[in-house]
């Protein structure tokens, strides 16, 4: 399975609309400025095999996506700003 990669200075966001770590995230990167991509893995059974695919078989999320096909599950702001360079 292929990772879709984000626009360069942007990352994807795989979520829920009840995960409590992905809403500060979101307002965390809305502070900063951070241009993302929510992606409900409830919505989208093919994107919540990606997550799993990304997380050793797990849902986990927030699953970030970052420009260069990389990704992190759970990262602070601190993280995804330097993983971006920014």
Same mark, same amino acid.
């Given at each position: 399975?292929?990772?879709?990669? =984000?626009a360069p200075?942007? %990352?994807?966001? !795989? $979520?829920?609309?009840?995960?409590?770590?992905?809403?500060?995230?979101?307002?965390?990167?809305? #502070?900063?400025?951070?241009? !993302?991509?929510? %992606?409900? @893995?409830e919505q /989208?059974? &093919?994107?919540? *095999?990606?997550? &799993?695919?990304?997380?050793?078989?797990? *849902?986990? %999320? =927030?699953? @970030?996506?970052? =420009?260069?096909? $990389?990704?992190?599950?759970? =990262? #602070?702001?601190? /993280? %995804? +700003? &330097? +993983?971006?360079?920014?």
């Open positions: 399975m292929t990772t879709p990669t =984000p200075g942007t %990352v994807t966001m !795989y $979520s829920t609309t009840w995960c409590g770590y992905c809403h500060r995230l979101r307002k965390q990167l809305d #502070s900063a400025g951070i241009a !993302y991509d929510v %992606v409900d @893995i /989208q059974p &093919e994107a919540a *095999q990606l997550v &799993e695919t990304l997380n050793g078989g797990n *849902q986990t %999320v =927030p699953t @970030i996506v970052f =420009p260069d096909g $990389s990704a992190a599950t759970n =990262p #602070s702001l601190a /993280q %995804v +700003r &330097e +993983r971006l360079g920014v």
